[in-house]
């Protein structure tokens, strides 16, 4: 079974600051992938990043990067040069080489501050 | 074109009524799912289906029965609505029906049902 940890409830940051999300994971499957979705206030789950568990790079997309500890079971998410509208929810979530479903973590929610 | 599409987006109904959430994905996509987010925004697996197949059936009451006509379609129909049942319900599909760790799930716009 997977079990996903995000253990900031709530965070503030300064826009055009870079902010990070934690993410901690525990599995016993060799072969994962690790997600990131963002949900607004208009409540639609949007995909951000992936990060496969064999991937020899970090993750990037735009502004997000993820950046991924395999030994310490870690996938935080960076988000650079925030912006008003990255205020929202962030969903980390994983999968298993097994598996069919993600398993997500509680969730951070990230308000930027003009 | 919208991905994963849902509806209705929102429905609000009596205790003790049955009701439908229809989902249909025009990605191309063989896995649908149905998750369910609660008043505390956690996400959870509720069923999931693979080429019209049930795969994944997790514990939840028998008063929720999804159905999958076509790998496009994945309906979820309530019997005998409850209080506690009001929650946000996501559609969501991925690619493959083989389980692999990198297939992205999408997401719909969601339901949000209200039980009163």
């Known amino acids: 079974a997977q079990k996903i940890t995000q253990t900031q409830p709530g965070m503030f940051v300064q826009e055009k600051e870079a902010v990070t999300l934690d993410c901690t994971y525990d599995t016993s499957d060799p072969s994962y992938g690790l997600f990131w979705y963002k949900q607004p206030s208009s409540g639609e789950m949007i995909f951000l990043i992936y990060?496969?568990?064999?991937?020899?790079q970090n993750a990037t997309e735009g502004r997000y990067s993820l950046n991924f500890q395999k030994a310490r079971k870690s996938a935080n998410l960076v988000i650079s040069a925030s912006q008003l509208g990255d205020s929202a929810m962030y969903f980390c979530?994983?999968?298993?080489?097994?598996?069919?479903?993600?398993?997500f973590g509680a969730g951070t929610t990230v308000t930027v501050r003009a | 074109d919208t991905a994963v599409s849902q509806t209705p987006k929102y429905l609000v109904t009596q205790m003790g009524n049955d009701k439908s959430i229809k989902c249909e994905q025009n990605l191309g996509h063989d896995t649908m799912y149905w998750y369910k987010q609660d008043s505390k925004k956690f996400l959870k697996i509720m069923f999931s289906?693979?080429?019209?197949?049930?795969?994944i059936n997790e514990t939840v009451p028998n008063r929720f029965s999804p159905k999958s006509p076509d790998k496009a379609h994945l309906n979820l129909h309530i019997n005998s609505l409850e209080l506690g049942d009001s929650a946000v319900y996501f559609c969501a599909s991925s690619q493959r029906g083989q389980a692999f760790s990198g297939n992205t799930i999408y997401f719909g716009e969601g339901s949000w049902l209200t039980v009163v």
């Open positions: 990060q496969g568990s064999y991937d020899q």
């Open positions: 979530a994983m999968r298993g080489s097994n598996d069919y479903k993600l398993s």
């Open positions: 289906y693979n080429n019209k197949e049930l795969i």
